[in-house]
């Protein structure tokens, strides 16, 4: 019998309705679901690829054990015993420390394995955790941390209701919108030209949202903020500076003018290469408009500035009015609020020991993993966690990081696949699919274009013996505790006795429950109470809707002193770093022998990992070194060439794609392929390779603010040399 199954794609953002008809194991169609008020039938190529990854056959089942060259099956118990042993003993022997996680990007993408986070953590106490995060939106969410006192507080741009939109460094119609889930981005898009509303688009490449936009203009990368305090020169100069309702909540709001007074136009013009005119026009189009937004992601967020456009992009919204207001920059109301549930951050209370850079939200910067773990001394990391992250691919100079891991006394993966980093494990955990656990959207949920609530069932079984994400963390937390002799409290261990009996109350489900009902719309625990709960949404197969955002201000605010901190300190003092590239910095180089590298996202990617499908990975090779006719001109570089590309961190061949999509001076590569490593058994895969930009990004090129990856604007040079 065929059934049909409604759940929300957990494969990136965008939390999109797929209509699933399956004949139990068997997936007979992927759609999207019309009835999904959030995505309203939206797919792309990915979510029919859940599919794919459901039938994998390279995809692991049962723990696997290396065995020199070879992987052997063993089982839970004694794959989840000997884990648990061998963290402890690296633990005994070489401190806290000397154990170290890395957390990917699925982990926030899964329920069971966000709710393990910071149970796990707290029972490894190492300093040494690493995520995705420093690899991308860190700086949103330390400039949150700073200005509104809490670094989950994310800022979402109003895209049903705006007139005006600024965009910065994203490629939404290839992402399908990042910090800012809105299943059906496009459509959404298309619909702000419709109704008369203008989005402006800076990227040093001309990329697919380009033709979404009302107009596209080339930036040198890395320049953004300067571009953006000449926006605020304008603002100010032209008396268009309006924070309207919010000026009593602004703390320090007098310190911002004399800033933007920092670059004139005209140099502004000369270090970004946008007209002193386009700036003008841009700020006051802003300014004036009804409803406006200004929006920045990862090429404003991975970059040396990151943090500092970050900042001024939420100074710029505020300045014009536009902050926590329809149509403008605002907050959600997410079903399960999990700001008020856990900290509200911290910065710098520690440092990572050989770079000395700062800790922020209890982790440090992916880009220090790799020294960590080789230069020795106390603390030095000799054991790792590798937890639905393929670092080896994602972060800075993976290459290192690839060589380091073999360095360690013990790795373990929690992951369904053999990638190029999950190879070097001594064990590897896998967990159930994404088709055979409950989903519901805890983070991407509080990023959000409206407050939406969705729990989407299992839709199959899982196979018997298998384990999600959940059950291993929680396997691997009591043997932890057990082999340290930490005794259980009473009530832990009545706890844990009843989820014996009662396998429900050690779920995810459980944990989600007593998040709803405590939400904001949540029917507390009164039985006749209106409101929501776990059983009442799973009333609501395609989801709900739970209205628009609406202003929320100061009651959202989690500063003590209930304000907006305008110019915290350690950003005011980082405009000097700006000041000391920028300033004088002359025209826009053309005749330079380096060129900056950035990033590039294909709607049929998924970060590194869905290269197994064939349907994602068919049709002409995606992993080309796009560059300029001109760039390629002066070097007699022709499409199809096989060119060398290098960098201080090494030198990588890729294929010449020449297009004027590009900016002079900038080339482009995209990231998360690179699977001609040895060691992968993903087939598809390896077969289409192409090359890891990561292997020429520079761990030492970070944002030393906060210490994240700055990937994009990488200086290489590239010549034709065999
Ligand atoms: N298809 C697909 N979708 C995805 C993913 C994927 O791998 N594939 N990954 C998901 C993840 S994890 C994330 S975080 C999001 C990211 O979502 P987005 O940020 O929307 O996507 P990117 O493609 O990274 O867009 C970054 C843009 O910044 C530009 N850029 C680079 N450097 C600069 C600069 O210095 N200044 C400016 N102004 N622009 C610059 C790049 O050319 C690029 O177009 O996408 C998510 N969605
Ligand atoms: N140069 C450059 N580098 C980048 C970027 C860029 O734009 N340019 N983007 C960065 C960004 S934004 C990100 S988020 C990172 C992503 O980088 P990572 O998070 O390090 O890695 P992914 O490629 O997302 O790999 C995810 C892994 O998780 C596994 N997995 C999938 N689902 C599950 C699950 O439910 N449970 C478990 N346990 N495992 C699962 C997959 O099999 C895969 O091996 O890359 C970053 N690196
Ligand atoms: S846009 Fe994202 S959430 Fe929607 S179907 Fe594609 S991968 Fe899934
Ligand atoms: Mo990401």
């Given at each position: 019998m065929i059934d049909t199954h409604f759940r929300t794609c957990s494969l990136c953002e965008a939390m999109c309705g797929l209509q699933i008809e399956h004949e139990g194991n068997i997936i007979k169609s992927v759609k999207g679901d019309v009835d999904d008020p959030h995505s309203r039938g939206h797919i792309c190529p990915k979510g029919v690829a859940i599919q794919d990854l459901h039938n994998d056959p390279d995809r692991l089942k049962h723990p696997m054990k290396r065995d020199g060259e070879r992987w052997i099956k063993i089982s839970w118990q004694k794959a989840l015993d000997e884990t648990a042993q061998r963290l402890v003993d690296v633990q005994k022997k070489h401190g806290r420390d000397a154990v170290a996680t890395y957390w990917g990007n699925p982990s926030v993408h899964n329920m069971g394995t966000a709710f393990m986070i910071s149970p796990f953590n707290r029972a490894l106490k190492t300093k040494n955790n690493y995520t995705a995060t420093s690899v991308d939106q860190m700086p949103h969410q330390f400039v949150q941390y700073l200005m509104y006192g809490n670094s989950l507080l994310f800022t979402i741009p109003d895209i049903d209701r705006t007139d005006y939109m600024l965009m910065l460094g994203a490629n939404p119609a290839a992402s399908?919108?990042?910090?800012?889930?809105?299943?059906d981005v496009k459509k959404r898009m298309t619909e702000v030209t419709k109704r008369g509303g203008k989005i402006i688009l800076i990227d040093p490449r001309r990329t697919e949202t380009a033709k979404f936009v009302t107009k596209h203009h080339f930036i040198k990368p890395a320049t953004d903020a300067v571009l953006l305090l000449a926006i605020l020169r304008v603002i100010f100069e032209k008396n268009l500076a309006n924070p309207a309702h919010l000026e009593p909540l602004l703390k320090g709001w007098d310190e911002i003018e004399p800033l933007s007074k920092i670059f004139s136009l005209e140099d502004a013009a000369n270090v970004t290469g946008i007209s002193a005119a386009v700036i003008e026009n841009i700020a006051v189009e802003l300014a004036s408009a009804n409803a406006g937004v200004c929006y920045g992601r990862m090429g404003v967020s991975t970059q040396e500035f990151g943090t500092l456009c970050q900042w001024l992009i939420q100074v710029i919204n505020i300045a014009t009015g536009n902050f926590d207001r329809t149509g403008g920059m605002m907050f959600v109301k997410p079903a399960v609020d999990l700001l008020k549930a856990g900290s509200r951050g911290s910065h710098n209370s520690y440092q990572s020991r050989v770079r000395r850079l700062p800790e922020f939200d209890r982790e440090l910067p992916s880009a220090a993993l790799a020294e960590e773990m080789t230069t020795p001394g106390e603390g030095q990391i000799k054991a790792f966690i590798s937890t639905a992250g393929n670092p080896v691919l994602s972060t800075p100079n993976g290459k290192r990081l690839e060589g380091a891991l073999d360095g360690l006394d013990f790795m373990v993966a929690i992951d369904f696949y053999i990638n190029e980093t999950t190879c070097h494990a001594d064990i590897i955990l896998p967990p159930t699919g994404p088709l055979e656990h409950g989903h519901y959207d805890l983070i991407f949920n509080l990023f959000a274009v409206r407050n939406v609530a969705k729990y989407s069932g299992a839709m199959l079984k899982p196979a018997p013996g298998t384990k999600s994400d959940g059950q291993i963390f929680r396997g691997l937390i009591e043997r932890i505790n057990r082999l340290n002799g930490k005794k259980k409290k009473f009530t832990a261990r009545l706890w844990s006795g009843l989820g014996k009996i009662i396998p429900y109350l050690s779920s995810a489900e459980f944990l989600l429950d007593l998040g709803l009902r405590m939400g904001p719309y949540g029917k507390g625990?009164?039985?006749?109470?209106k409101g929501l709960s776990l059983r009442r949404l799973r009333r609501h197969p395609h989801g709900l809707d739970l209205g628009a955002l609406e202003p929320s201000l100061p009651g959202r605010l989690f500063t003590k002193d209930k304000k907006i901190n305008m110019a915290p300190e350690i950003l005011r003092n980082d405009i000097a770093r700006l000041k000391e590239r920028y300033m004088n910095s002359g025209p826009t180089h053309e005749h330079e022998q380096s060129l900056l590298l950035i990033g590039r996202r294909h709607i049929r990617t998924n970060n590194s990992w869905m290269h197994n499908s064939q349907r994602l990975v068919k049709g002409k090779n995606r992993c080309t070194l796009m560059i300029n006719p001109y760039d390629a001109g002066k070097r007699n570089i022709i499409t199809g060439q096989s060119i060398s590309v290098s960098s201080r961190s090494g030198s990588i061949r890729a294929i010449a794609e020449i297009t004027d999509d590009i900016n002079r001076g900038v080339v482009s590569l995209p990231h998360g392929w690179g699977h001609h490593r040895p060691g992968t058994t993903m087939k598809i895969a390896s077969a289409h390779a192409g090359v890891s930009i990561n292997d020429i990004t520079d761990e030492l090129l970070i944002d030393p603010v906060c210490g994240n990856a700055a990937v994009n604007g990488v200086p290489v040079t590239i010549n034709t040399n065999e």
């Open positions: 399908n919108g990042s910090l800012w889930s809105s299943g625990f009164l039985p006749f109470a």
